[in-house]
């Protein structure tokens, strides 16, 4: 049997992830799954729909072999149920046994139900005043107590970390090598400008990765999905994601989320102030993340366009535009 741990080293961490063993693992769940096994949209994991005889499917996910610690994958457990438990709409895991983290063949799984939906539109001021509610509602619960395995969004710190990652990949042109190093050391700056402009804030339980993707609506609203990268962090990372358009229209939708926000839990405005230092991190991290998994096989086949010089074209003059904002913008808050 492979362990996790040198499953973590291998240039394919899902290499033997095969069918059979997906239906394992079903069964494992105590399940009898019919054989039909669908593939789903991950990357950073491997999540799977299976059918199941006389039953509605469920959906497994497979985690990344040594990106999380047994604790940290129980801690985001017990956070999902946690919500379900207070009827806030969230996707959480079966237990099997009193158990969540299941491990078959050196790989940690969880087995979830199947929920349909779609993704929110938010266009009208109605929708997003209940997205508020719920986000609130849900930032209520996370506020009781702190993770303690999960990370800490440290904005700057973690820029800088993915600064170094992208100049040290080989994938960076040369020609873009001494552009590149100047903006990210220009927009850390402005970032660590900004955190130092909201003053001390209060970090609390958060989903972390709250893009209108792990979002699914329905007639009945909304409800969250994938806890995956749930952390400490301050309540704006939640709301931030969801807001698009210029400043003034980002503003209206602002005011909209807090109506029904602040029906379930205080918000602190100063918050405003780490938007586009949040923005601009997830810029910057979303490149670094591309090159730290560009040997697993499914990265240059679902993103090909990473290699090309002008994606480090293209990302660079976004950073320097993000960095124009910052300096001479005007942000939401």
Not at 103 to 109: K, M
Not at 233 to 251: F, H, I, T, Y
Not at 262 to 267: D, V
Request: hydrophobic share 40%; with cysteine; net charge negative.
């Amino acid at each position: 049997m492979t362990d996790s741990r040198s499953r973590q080293q291998d240039a394919a961490p899902y290499s033997d992830l095969s069918p059979d063993l997906v239906i394992a693992a079903a069964e494992r769940v105590g399940v009898l799954a019919d054989g039909r096994v669908l593939a789903l949209n991950s990357y950073e994991n491997r999540v799977y729909q299976v059918g199941v005889e006389d039953g509605e499917p469920i959906v497994l996910k497979f985690y990344r072999p040594g990106r999380w610690s047994p604790e940290a994958l129980l801690e985001e457990h017990r956070f999902a149920l946690e919500l379900a438990a207070s009827d806030i709409p969230v996707v959480a895991p079966l237990q099997v046994d009193g158990e969540t983290l299941l491990e078959l063949q050196g790989y940690r799984f969880a087995a979830y139900p199947r929920r349909g939906g779609r993704w929110p539109d938010l266009d009208a001021s109605d929708d997003r005043i209940l997205m508020g509610r719920f986000m609130g509602r849900l930032h209520r619960v996370g506020a009781t107590h702190d993770f303690r395995s999960r990370p800490t969004l440290a904005v700057v710190p973690m820029a800088i970390a993915a600064a170094e990652s992208v100049l040290a990949s080989g994938r960076l042109p040369d020609h873009q090598m001494d552009r590149y190093r100047d903006t990210a050391d220009r927009l850390i700056e402005a970032m660590d400008r900004q955190v130092e402009s909201a003053g001390v804030v209060r970090f609390i339980r958060i989903h972390g990765d709250c893009h209108r993707g792990n979002i699914l609506w329905t007639a009945a609203g909304p409800h969250f999905v994938d806890l995956d990268d749930c952390m400490m962090g301050p309540a704006v990372q939640d709301l931030w994601m969801l807001l698009s358009g210029s400043s003034d229209e980002m503003r209206g939708q602002c005011a909209d989320l807090l109506e029904g926000y602040e029906q379930f839990h205080e918000f602190d405005r100063r918050e405003f102030r780490l938007i586009e230092a949040l923005r601009a991190f997830r810029m910057m991290h979303y490149a670094a993340w591309l090159g730290r998994r560009w040997h697993d096989p499914a990265f240059p086949k679902a993103f090909p366009w990473f290699g090309d010089a002008r994606y480090w074209d293209e990302h660079v003059r976004q950073l320097a535009e993000q960095l124009e904002v910052m300096e001479h913008g005007v942000l939401v808050g």
